[in-house]
């Protein structure tokens, strides 16, 4: 596919190499082959991300992490694809640089002299790509998505998404060690979720929002957990929706109707599509299939025995009966706010009417793991809008029509 680059980088520079979990000095010798093909898969990623960037297709930026806050990356992707600036020099770049480790591995140059070191190589060849650090995220968010995996749900939690991650992946971009993989994999967790905290923090920070709130992002809430940074869910997901409504990023509600008394199988599947607007998100009767925008789609499940779920018009009527910030709102006031449960007891004494309300509402409004009646978020990524249509096979059909029921329902009104 052609490439296509209409605007110039602007933030602050970062170079491909930063992404290496060690100083490319050290690799020399008869470490230099292993660290040579470490940095051809990252040269692979970089330029996976361009095209994929360029081409739209935003579903291989959804990063499995570890810490319970594919929200963050949703939004920040989605803000990312909203100011992306790329140049053509950067595509160039990468393609030159492949070409030349490739060169460099398949005609046996490394052996030549003992000494030489990967950065070395890196340097003399001019081999490193400038690049900014929405692209750094961007790639780190790629890699951690190609490594992930869905499993069949477990039995004690089958509200989830049961997802593991798979570091022999990696080898499907370029062939590299298990070992290094796995080293990697883990310093890439770690460094995505510092980079998630600190844009959650900045935006607390620079939006108009109450003491409490940035205080409850702050150091003092901040807990680390298996060496990943994180900060509270509720707090975390009220910065986001606050930020998608400014950048007018729309949503679609992607929901799905379960049968707890037949192993959760899905039922029936319907979207809502919410524009923001000045008011707030509401909701349309169509998708905007021209629209090339970013959109958060956020999935989740009705959960009920089979002769009590509602029919395709009840339900969807069910799903509107509370904004959709408030479901969000209320499912995150709800969810655990720590991925270490140990930690829950940080936040008992926090005194927040706010958070009550809703922790409270959730219940109520069948948004939480006790009650998983009405909406109870599964997941949170982001999609542009041509290409999630595209991909459901919907291209403008009204909302309401983008449902499917199963054969199950026969059984249980017939």
């Known amino acids: 596919m052609k490439q296509t680059f209409d605007f110039l980088q602007s933030n602050k520079t970062c170079y491909l190499s930063e992404l290496l979990p060690y100083d490319p000095k050290v690799k020399f010798g008869v470490r230099l082959l292993s660290g040579l093909k470490e940095y051809l898969l990252l040269l692979y990623a970089a330029e996976m991300t361009i095209n994929f960037i360029q081409q739209g297709e935003i579903n291989n930026f959804d990063p499995l992490v570890g810490e319970n806050a594919c929200q963050i990356r949703a939004v920040k992707i989605a803000e990312i694809l909203n100011n992306i600036k790329l ?148 707090y975390t997901t009220q910065v986001l929706v606050q930020h998608l409504r400014n950048l007018r990023i729309p949503i679609i509600l992607l929901a799905e109707q379960r049968a707890i008394d037949k192993n959760y199988q899905t039922i029936r599947k319907t979207m809502l599509y919410f524009e923001a607007t000045a008011e707030g998100y509401k909701k349309t009767d169509y998708i905007p299939s021209h629209s090339d925008k970013p959109t958060i789609i956020v999935c989740g499940t009705s959960n009920a025995k089979l002769s009590e779920l509602s029919n395709q018009e009840m339900w969807v009527q069910e799903l509107q009966d509370y904004s959709i910030i408030d479901l969000i709102l209320a499912h995150a006031a709800s969810h655990r706010q720590y991925p270490d449960e140990s930690k829950e007891t940080i936040l008992f004494n926090v005194q927040d009417q706010s958070y009550q309300y809703y922790k409270t509402k959730a219940d109520l409004w069948g948004c939480s793991t006790k009650n998983p009646s009405r909406f109870f978020i599964t997941h949170i990524y982001c999609e542009k809008t041509q290409s999630f249509i595209k991909n459901m096979t919907i291209q403008s059909e009204p909302v309401t029509r983008l449902s499917t029921t199963s054969k199950l329902v026969d059984e249980a009104f017939a």
């Open 87 to 234: 140049s053509k020099k950067i595509y160039t770049d990468i393609l030159r640089a492949k070409e030349k480790i490739k060169y460099i591995i398949d005609q046996k140059i490394f052996q030549k002299d003992k000494k030489k070191s990967l950065n070395d190589f890196i340097i003399s060849d001019n081999l490193d790509i400038a690049t900014d650090e929405d692209i750094i995220y961007m790639i780190r968010s790629l890699l951690l998505s190609k490594i992930k995996l869905l499993m069949p749900p477990k039995i004690e939690t089958p509200l989830y998404d049961n997802l593991i991650t798979k570091p022999k992946l990696l080898q499907d971009i370029y062939p590299v060690s298990i070992v290094y993989a796995e080293k990697f994999i883990k310093q890439l967790r770690v460094d995505l979720s510092e980079s998630s905290v600190s844009y959650i923090k900045n935006l607390s920070i620079t939006l108009p929002f109450s003491e409490l709130c940035i205080k409850m992002l702050s150091e003092s809430y901040t807990i680390r957990y298996l060496g990943l940074e994180c900060i509270p869910y509720y």
